[in-house]
């Protein structure tokens, strides 16, 4: 499968504990984005990377919040003491570096905060 | 007032139907418009980018009317494989994406 993957794509976890996502892109694209959803909302941009560099950050981006792209591949996003308004599903996207920046989505991971 | 903005529905339709959903964005320095489709529970998936000329493929027709900052997507010969949300996006000059909250479809026999 070529396709962006994620990791885990469920996780439950209790408030204050610390968790981590990892999103794979697809190999040749340069571009990755971290979206939050909620329920009957559209994605909500996060942040986003061209190689290893965070280019743009979200204001929904708490300082809790941090995300890293170390190598130019995979990325991760940590939220630190999650509360439970974090409850959402968490998707990556990535894109070529060049043309319309058509994004492509992960499966997510659905995050569940207790 | 949303950035994107559109019909949440549902928009309920027999198969066989045509269906027509309609967006409208705020920024007029957006440069790039999408229809993504998102089957419940699934990651959206890009249908079709939106150029100002129009473009078509199959039995989705999409118009983007820069003037208005108006996007619209046509859906003819509905079938029930077609129910899903549909996403309006817009992408301005930064390299994020905006998205609507989505027009839902249901297809009945």
């Known amino acids: 499968d070529t396709g962006v993957s994620q990791d885990p794509r469920h996780k439950i976890t209790k408030r204050g504990q610390n968790v981590t996502f990892r999103c794979d892109p697809i190999s040749e694209h340069n571009r990755l984005y971290w979206y939050r959803q909620t329920l009957g909302q559209g994605p909500e941009f996060l942040t986003y990377f061209q190689n290893e560099a965070q280019l743009e950050k979200s204001r929904l981006l708490s300082d809790r919040f941090s995300a890293e792209r170390p190598k130019g591949s995979f990325s991760t996003l940590e939220i630190q003491r999650t509360e439970q308004g974090d409850s959402a599903m968490y998707l990556c996207?990535?894109?070529?570096?060049?043309?319309?920046?058509?994004?492509?989505f992960g499966p997510g991971t659905r995050l569940t905060v207790l | 007032r949303k950035e994107v903005e559109q019909d949440p529905g549902p928009f309920n339709v027999p198969e066989g139907a045509t269906v027509a959903f309609n967006c409208t964005y705020s920024?007029?320095?957006?440069?790039?418009f999408f229809w993504y489709r998102q089957d419940c529970r699934k990651e959206p998936k890009l249908l079709m980018s939106?150029?100002?000329s129009g473009n078509e493929d199959g039995r989705f027709t999409a118009q983007l009317n820069r003037a208005s900052q108006y996007i619209s997507l046509l859906i003819r010969d509905s079938k029930l494989s077609d129910s899903a949300t549909y996403l309006c996006?817009?992408?301005?000059?930064?390299?994020?994406?905006?998205f609507g909250t989505g027009t839902r479809l249901q297809v009945f026999p």
């Open positions: 920024n007029s320095a957006s440069q790039s």
């Open positions: 996006v817009v992408n301005d000059y930064t390299d994020k994406l905006i």
């Open positions: 939106v150029y100002s």
């Open positions: 996207a990535s894109s070529p570096s060049r043309g319309p920046n058509e994004q492509f």
